[in-house]
């Protein structure tokens, strides 16, 4: 699951290069598995996917140390 996460949010954070059914197909993607499994996500990436921080999340998932935003929940 996790890969599917990393492709669809390396598709919409570089969506200059992505066509727009590429992007909608990203997103759609990943209100699914928040709809279907959220529950069973790590509640950090849980949290940016959905705030639609893509950015942070894939820089999480990387390895990365997001800096916190206005959201501070």
Known sequence: MIDIITESLRTIVSSGKAG????ISA???????LEEKGVDLDA??????QNRSYEKALLWIEG????????QK
Not at 44 to 49: E, G, I, N, V
């Open 20 to 23: 727009q059914g590429d992007l």
């Open 27 to 33: 997103l759609k993607q990943l209100d699914d598995i």
């Open 44 to 49: 950090r990436l849980r949290h940016f996917l």
């Open 64 to 71: 990365g140390t997001p800096e916190k935003g206005i959201c």
